[in-house]
């Protein structure tokens, strides 16, 4: 059944905007977990809300969407995860979160849940937590000469806590278990009666080197329920705060990747660049990563004529520096060494999960939100979205690449910004509405139901490392324990939007 059937036999929610939200019937969910093991459907998100579960789906060919809810009177409902693996670690935070339970999910361990909050279900009918947090029980993996390395949660550097726990056989990985969860901040709880200011400055902070995507994703999901549109200006701006968070947390990550092949010299040069881009956003918005910038009904700081001069400065610097750094990078054979065939994702995984940003476009999948779903001033602007098929570190460092050269070409449209207000007013009524916005790392979704005095009854916001922590795990199979830092560098999935 395809989902314009799904959608048409079941009942439509008057109130959601601008992608339709229908209750279904078991079958109807039943029929849409087919049509995503049969490839037709993309999971975006899977979230509760009081008794009810929602799971919101992508027609990639004719980027359909549709969020479908179903009722849980009885608190159980069909699990996605046992037929989709994609949906297995949504579902295991929805009922730590809820205590809705997924009937048949294959693996029922908690995952957000570590025993240590106080309380259980903190989005649904809350309960203490009494005794000591439960033994974690990692999958087992048994064989002649197999080990285990445990890694974490605490590393060195200043990287996230998570943990890793390898099995490997000498110095190959035979298998690869996250354990993460460790900096669950409570956020969509937090947000629940806050006023729409305040939820805008959560929302930015969910995770840090995304807060432009997240402000974006939030605000354009509020201005969705409330039927109204940023002026044009500050959507130029939004763009402007979005490509060039991209450029900062491309370059540090190609970086980042070299210095982890044991090639510091990129490291230092690109840190160098990346610093030029986080002074030029303190100097125009404020803020290094330009927290509070981006607000409901548009943004928050303007960009002067002087700003507006400091960023084709800013533009003529990186041509002029980023260049010589791809050609280094392309022509250092010990680079190539460590990352050309290493950490490969095969595009049916990366498309059977959904995988969006560098980490789906070096495995062969297309989307891009600022393409796809053409939200202002995307949808007026020409530009193009790398793709290949190897799958390995190389194609993800050289997605960045293309993404940084064509954020650059962006930028110069977006430079010459169109006269008028950067904010609207909001209407105070009630509404749901949902946005997708295009971050550095893939697609973020936020999704928002609001009262009629402007505040949040609940509010669900999904980080696109969901769908790419667990094709880590897929990756690193068959690599070396040396090159799994090499390995995680390239996808580079968050821990705190994970763990929101």
Same mark, same amino acid.
């Given at each position: 059944?395809?989902?314009?059937?799904?959608?048409?036999? @079941?009942?439509?929610?008057? &109130?959601?905007?601008?992608?339709?939200?229908?209750?279904?019937?078991?079958?109807?969910?039943?029929?849409?977990?087919?049509?995503?093991? /049969?490839?037709?459907?993309?999971?975006?998100?899977?979230?509760?809300?009081?008794?009810?579960?929602?799971?919101?789906?992508?027609?990639?060919?004719?980027?359909?969407?549709?969020?479908?809810?179903?009722?849980?009177?009885?608190?159980?409902?069909?699990?996605?995860?046992?037929?989709?693996? =994609?949906?297995?670690?949504?579902?295991?935070?929805?009922?730590?979160?809820?205590?809705?339970?997924?009937?048949? $999910?294959?693996?029922?361990?908690?995952?957000?849940?570590?025993?240590?909050?106080?309380?259980?279900?903190?989005?649904?009918?809350?309960?203490?937590?009494?005794? &000591?947090?439960?033994?974690?029980?990692?999958?087992?993996?048994?064989?002649?000469?197999?080990?285990?390395?445990?890694?974490?949660?605490?590393?060195?550097?200043?990287? %996230?806590?998570?943990?890793?726990?390898?099995?490997?056989?000498?110095?190959?990985?035979?298998?690869?278990? #996250?354990? *993460?969860?460790?900096?669950?901040?409570?956020?969509?709880? *937090?947000?629940?009666?806050?006023?729409? @200011?305040?939820?805008?400055?959560?929302?930015?902070?969910?995770?840090?080197?995304?807060?432009?995507?997240?402000?974006?994703?939030?605000?354009? =999901?509020?201005?969705?329920?409330?039927?109204?549109?940023?002026?044009?200006?500050?959507?130029?701006?939004?763009?402007?705060?979005?490509?060039?968070?991209?450029?900062?947390?491309?370059?540090?990550?190609?970086? @980042?990747?070299?210095?982890?092949?044991?090639?510091?010299?990129?490291?230092?040069?690109?840190?160098?660049?990346?610093?030029?881009?986080?002074?030029?956003?303190?100097?125009?918005?404020?803020?290094? *990563?330009?927290?509070?910038?981006?607000?409901?009904?548009?943004? @928050?700081?303007?960009?002067? &004529?002087?700003?507006?001069?400091?960023?084709?400065?800013?533009?003529?610097?990186?041509?002029?520096?980023?260049?010589?750094?791809? #050609?280094?990078?392309?022509?250092?054979?010990?680079?190539?060494?460590?990352?050309?065939?290493?950490?490969?994702?095969?595009?049916?995984?990366?498309?059977?999960?959904?995988?969006?940003?560098?980490?789906?476009?070096?495995?062969?999948?297309?989307?891009?939100?600022?393409?796809?779903?053409?939200?202002?001033?995307?949808?007026?602007?020409?530009?193009?979205?790398?793709?290949?098929? #190897?799958?390995?570190?190389?194609?993800?460092?050289?997605?960045?690449?293309?993404?940084?050269?064509?954020?650059?070409?962006?930028?110069?449209?977006?430079?010459?910004?169109?006269?008028?207000?950067?904010?609207?007013?909001?209407?105070?009524?009630?509404? %749901?509405?949902?946005?997708?916005?295009?971050?550095?790392?893939?697609?973020?979704? /936020?999704?928002?139901?609001?009262?009629?005095?402007?505040? $949040?009854?609940?509010?669900?916001?999904?980080?696109?490392?969901?769908?790419?922590?667990?094709?880590?795990?897929?990756?690193?199979?068959?690599?070396?324990?040396?090159?799994?830092?090499?390995?995680?560098?390239?996808?580079?999935?968050?821990?705190?939007?994970?763990?929101?």
């Amino acid at each position: 059944m395809d989902l314009h059937t799904i959608v048409a036999e @079941a009942r439509r929610v008057g &109130a959601h905007r601008p992608w339709p939200r229908v209750v279904v019937t078991a079958d109807g969910w039943e029929a849409a977990i087919a049509s995503m093991v /049969a490839g037709d459907l993309t999971l975006l998100g899977l979230w509760g809300d009081g008794p009810t579960v929602h799971m919101a789906v992508l027609v990639e060919s004719t980027t359909e969407i549709a969020v479908l809810s179903l009722p849980c009177p009885t608190g159980r409902y069909p699990s996605v995860g046992r037929k989709h693996a =994609a949906a297995i670690r949504p579902e295991r935070a929805l009922r730590d979160l809820t205590s809705l339970v997924p009937v048949g $999910l294959p693996d029922e361990r908690p995952w957000l849940d570590h025993g240590r909050w106080g309380l259980r279900h903190p989005l649904g009918e809350k309960s203490a937590n009494v005794g &000591a947090p439960p033994t974690y029980a990692f999958l087992p993996a048994e064989g002649e000469s197999l080990h285990q390395i445990p890694v974490g949660p605490v590393h060195a550097g200043i990287i %996230e806590p998570g943990h890793f726990r390898f099995t490997a056989n000498g110095e190959a990985v035979v298998r690869l278990e #996250e354990r *993460l969860g460790y900096t669950h901040k409570g956020i969509e709880g *937090l947000m629940e009666g806050a006023d729409l @200011a305040t939820a805008a400055r959560l929302a930015g902070r969910v995770s840090g080197d995304s807060t432009v995507a997240y402000a974006l994703a939030f605000a354009r =999901a509020v201005e969705a329920a409330l039927e109204i549109e940023a002026p044009p200006r500050a959507a130029r701006l939004r763009a402007v705060m979005a490509e060039v968070e991209r450029i900062a947390n491309h370059i540090g990550d190609i970086g @980042a990747i070299c210095n982890d092949a044991s090639f510091g010299l990129m490291h230092a040069h690109c840190g160098v660049l990346r610093e030029r881009v986080l002074r030029f956003a303190q100097g125009a918005f404020g803020h290094r *990563l330009m927290m509070d910038a981006i607000v409901p009904g548009g943004v @928050a700081v303007d960009l002067s &004529a002087d700003d507006a001069s400091q960023l084709r400065s800013l533009l003529r610097l990186l041509r002029r520096d980023f260049q010589p750094l791809v #050609e280094l990078y392309d022509g250092t054979a010990s680079l190539q060494d460590r990352t050309v065939g290493t950490g490969i994702l095969k595009p049916a995984l990366a498309g059977a999960f959904g995988a969006s940003g560098f980490v789906g476009r070096a495995s062969g999948r297309a989307f891009d939100a600022r393409r796809a779903l053409r939200y202002p001033p995307f949808d007026v602007l020409e530009f193009e979205v790398p793709v290949l098929e #190897e799958g390995d570190v190389n194609a993800r460092v050289w997605i960045r690449i293309r993404e940084v050269e064509q954020s650059l070409a962006l930028l110069s449209a977006l430079a010459d910004l169109p006269e008028g207000p950067i904010r609207r007013e909001l209407p105070i009524r009630a509404g %749901e509405g949902m946005a997708i916005a295009e971050g550095f790392r893939g697609d973020v979704l /936020a999704w928002v139901r609001m009262d009629g005095e402007g505040k $949040l009854l609940r509010c669900h916001l999904r980080d696109p490392s969901w769908f790419q922590w667990p094709l880590l795990e897929a990756a690193v199979e068959g690599n070396i324990v040396a090159d799994f830092p090499l390995c995680n560098k390239s996808f580079n999935c968050s821990y705190s939007g994970h763990d929101v």
